[in-house]
């Protein structure tokens, strides 16, 4: 493996611990999360002006790349909102990433599909290999007690999520090699942050799944964690924001024009490793999670390292 294929693992990774901290983030604030994903990409999107040259190079870009991008930020958009919808219902972040397992699966589906290649086997029996890892977790989710969340919604809306994610991420592995990364997150997140000023427009409201009848300008804390303040919602959007969202997408969009989009998907499958153990230290949710929880995500895990262990030695043959 050279040098700019080990960089473009790197900042995937590195990306991918920072997606995992994003559902902490999620489960810390506590407005709705139509509010919280409506924040989170018009501020987002503005961060990349802030970046020299930026300007210039949007200027640059074709028009019609332009538009299609904004089209996927519509995906982009349904992905966030029922990502972070899942951890509100389920009053769960490692419940929601655990459904992050089927990010794999998904993808060794779409990808031939999609791109009319031929179903790779090693690709679809890893994929099935995470499935039995989300089965596991889905099956042995804590009992629901007095204040707890909606799990079985929370994981179904979850799964949903995650084929969002896989089929966006699918889709941009081959922008990814024509377009300027901040460019494309740019217009993805202006594209998924209309879509949301039209659903606000038209009040588009369904109880859990889309609250836009919740919809706050200015997100006030109202259950304070971590930080005792009304304000403190205005400190973790800025953070999701900026850092893990301007920062974290366009190292995982550069590292895509190295890899596959099923391996940055697979990749994607220690996303609820590292956020179940974030969630385990921040949010102590490791006191109600059962042995068989933790089971599922190390069948996750497995499967994600037999990948690397495969492709690397591949590589270097």
């Given at each position: 493996m050279n040098s700019e294929d080990k960089n473009a693992y790197l900042q995937l990774h590195i990306a991918v611990f920072i997606f995992g901290f994003t559902a902490i983030l999620g489960a810390l604030i506590s407005a709705d999360h139509?509010?919280?994903?409506?924040?989170?990409?018009?501020?987002a999107a503005l961060g990349f002006f802030l970046i020299p040259g930026f300007v210039k190079t949007l200027r640059n870009t074709d028009r019609m790349q332009l538009?299609?991008?904004t089209g996927i930020g519509v995906m982009v958009a349904i992905h966030w909102l029922t990502f972070y919808g899942s951890i509100k219902i389920g009053k769960s972040a490692s419940l929601t990433l655990g459904c992050f397992g089927l990010t794999s699966a998904f993808t060794s589906v779409l990808e031939p599909i999609i791109y009319r290649k031929r179903f790779v086997l090693l690709d679809v029996l890893l994929g099935l290999l995470a499935l039995v890892g989300i089965c596991i977790i889905a099956y042995y989710t804590p009992e629901e007690k007095a204040g707890s969340g909606n799990y079985a919604l929370a994981i179904a809306v979850g799964v949903f999520s995650t084929f969002m994610a896989a089929l966006f991420s699918t889709i941009n592995s081959t922008f990814a090699?024509?377009?300027?990364?901040?460019?494309?997150?740019?217009?993805?997140?202006?594209?998924?942050?209309?879509?949301?000023?039209?659903?606000?427009?038209?009040?588009v409201h369904v109880d859990?799944?889309?609250?836009?009848?919740?919809?706050?300008?200015?997100?006030?804390?109202v259950e304070p964690k971590l930080i005792d303040s009304k304000y403190a919602d205005l400190l973790w959007i800025g953070l999701l924001s900026l850092v893990c969202t301007n920062v974290?997408?366009?190292m995982n969009l550069n590292a895509m024009?190295?890899?596959?989009?099923f391996?940055?998907?697979?990749?994607?499958?220690?996303e609820p490793v590292y956020g179940i153990i974030l969630a385990a230290l921040i949010l102590k949710e490791h006191e109600y999670l059962t042995p068989q929880f933790y089971?599922?995500?190390?069948?996750?895990?497995?499967?994600?390292?037999?990948?690397?262990?495969?492709?690397?030695?591949?590589?270097?043959?």
């Open positions: 139509f509010t919280l994903v409506w924040h989170r990409m018009w501020l538009l299609k991008l090699k024509k377009v300027d990364t901040k460019v494309m997150s740019f217009a993805e997140l202006s594209g998924g942050f209309l879509f949301l000023c039209v659903l606000l427009l038209f009040q859990e799944i889309l609250p836009v009848n919740s919809f706050n300008a200015v997100p006030i804390t974290a997408f366009v024009k190295r890899v596959s989009a391996t940055a998907n697979l990749a994607i499958n220690l089971l599922g995500a190390g069948i996750i895990l497995l499967s994600v390292i037999i990948h690397s262990v495969i492709k690397s030695r591949a590589k270097s043959n």
